[in-house]
């Protein structure tokens, strides 16, 4: 049987906008000694925004620029939303056909008939895709993101875009700290070095980037199992923001769902949904589990 204090505090966290799915998970977060984040949309803003597009000798920036927007067209994933709103303009849907989205990579379709590439350097690399000479491979001094644009197999520009981690979050890495939580790690699909510059703004202690979502679920099993090996004996957060994470959130003893950007399948995952976009709410959600906890025992 569940003591009625558990209902006391789930009621009590659900009031400051954190859903908790159990009174077992309500333990797990005041046992909580490792945090493993997801970065876009979860520690960033996840609204990237273009730098600039950066084209080859063959193709105008409207034009690549254009071809990316129509290719981004059918996908809710936040890099897509930064393309078209550079572009701009109304997406022809009726141009689009083929169209694929690439998990942690990026997607593919053909607009007006050509073909058009969007994406990391490994999409490239996995379509057969050469990089021009002059393009350095982690995008120059541009510390963010680079969405590489290919076009009938060839490259044809790239977009620069960054994105700006929360404000919330540094402070929602402190106060776990502060908490007791002794291990915090950042988890991303973005380069490496685009990761290491937020994390060191986060000050998180560790970082695992260039990874594929089914990557995630092995990363926090290796995380899991130094923390045993390191004996503590707490409990494993995973935070994302709903994105291709269920089976992350599946895998961690806490997946926690940012509801904000999260989809439906990631809050259906989740243990604990946090309703806003908030990652300093996983503090409070901490702080109120250690006081239910207390009441209990
Ligand atoms: P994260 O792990 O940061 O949440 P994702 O797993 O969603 O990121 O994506 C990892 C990487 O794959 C992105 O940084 C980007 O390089 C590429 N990518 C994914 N989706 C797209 C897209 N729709 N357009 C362009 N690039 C994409
Ligand atoms: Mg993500």
Same mark, same amino acid.
């Given at each position: 049987?569940?003591?009625?204090?558990?209902?006391?505090?789930?009621?009590?966290?659900?009031?400051?906008?954190?859903?908790?799915?159990?009174?077992?998970?309500?333990?797990?977060?005041?046992?909580?000694?490792?945090?493993?984040?997801?970065?876009?949309?979860?520690?960033?803003?996840?609204?990237?925004?273009?730098?600039?597009? *950066?084209?080859?000798?063959?193709?105008?920036?409207?034009?690549?620029?254009?071809?990316?927007?129509?290719?981004?067209?059918?996908?809710?994933?936040?890099?897509?939303?930064?393309?078209?709103?550079?572009?701009?303009?109304?997406?022809?849907?009726?141009?689009?056909?083929?169209?694929? *989205?690439?998990? #942690?990579?990026?997607?593919?379709?053909?607009?007006?008939?050509?073909?058009?590439?969007?994406?990391?350097?490994?999409?490239?690399?996995?379509?057969?895709?050469?990089?021009?000479?002059?393009?350095?491979?982690?995008?120059?001094?541009?510390?963010?993101?680079?969405?590489?644009?290919?076009?009938?197999?060839?490259?044809? #520009?790239?977009?620069?875009?960054?994105?700006?981690?929360?404000?919330?979050?540094?402070?929602?890495?402190?106060?776990?700290?502060?908490?007791?939580?002794?291990?915090?790690?950042?988890?991303?699909?973005?380069?490496?070095?685009?990761?290491?510059?937020?994390?060191?703004?986060?000050?998180?202690?560790?970082?695992?980037?260039?990874?594929?979502?089914?990557?995630?679920?092995?990363?926090?099993?290796?995380?899991?199992?130094?923390?045993?090996?390191?004996?503590?004996?707490?409990?494993?957060?995973?935070?994302?923001? #709903?994105?291709?994470?269920?089976?992350?959130?599946?895998?961690?003893?806490?997946?926690?769902?940012?509801?904000?950007?999260?989809?439906?399948?990631?809050?259906?995952?989740?243990?604990?949904?946090?309703?806003?976009?908030?990652?300093?709410?996983?503090?409070?959600?901490?702080?109120?589990?250690?006081?239910?906890?207390?009441?209990?025992?």
């Amino acid at each position: 049987s569940v003591p009625l204090s558990y209902f006391g505090g789930i009621g009590a966290a659900s009031r400051v906008g954190i859903l908790v799915k159990g009174g077992n998970y309500l333990d797990a977060l005041a046992r909580l000694d490792t945090v493993v984040w997801d970065k876009t949309g979860t520690l960033t803003e996840g609204r990237f925004q273009v730098v600039t597009v *950066e084209t080859g000798a063959s193709r105008e920036r409207d034009e690549v620029l254009r071809l990316a927007a129509h290719a981004e067209a059918h996908t809710s994933h936040p890099i897509a939303a930064s393309i078209l709103e550079a572009y701009g303009r109304p997406v022809d849907l009726g141009a689009v056909t083929d169209y694929e *989205e690439i998990a #942690g990579h990026g997607v593919r379709a053909r607009v007006d008939g050509v073909f058009v590439l969007a994406g990391n350097e490994r999409l490239l690399a996995r379509e057969g895709v050469a990089l021009p000479d002059r393009s350095p491979a982690a995008g120059g001094t541009h510390a963010g993101t680079v969405v590489h644009v290919a076009v009938d197999g060839a490259w044809a #520009g790239r977009i620069l875009i960054a994105d700006q981690p929360k404000p919330a979050s540094a402070d929602a890495v402190r106060q776990l700290r502060a908490l007791g939580v002794r291990r915090q790690v950042m988890l991303t699909g973005d380069a490496h070095h685009v990761a290491e510059a937020i994390a060191q703004r986060l000050a998180l202690d560790g970082v695992r980037a260039d990874l594929l979502p089914e990557d995630k679920v092995t990363a926090v099993e290796e995380i899991d199992r130094e923390r045993r090996a390191a004996g503590r004996a707490g409990a494993l957060a995973f935070v994302g923001d #709903g994105i291709n994470d269920a089976p992350v959130l599946t895998r961690a003893d806490v997946g926690v769902a940012m509801g904000g950007l999260g989809s439906d399948a990631a809050i259906e995952a989740a243990d604990v949904v946090i309703m806003d976009d908030n990652p300093a709410r996983l503090a409070v959600g901490v702080s109120l589990a250690r006081r239910t906890k207390r009441i209990v025992a």
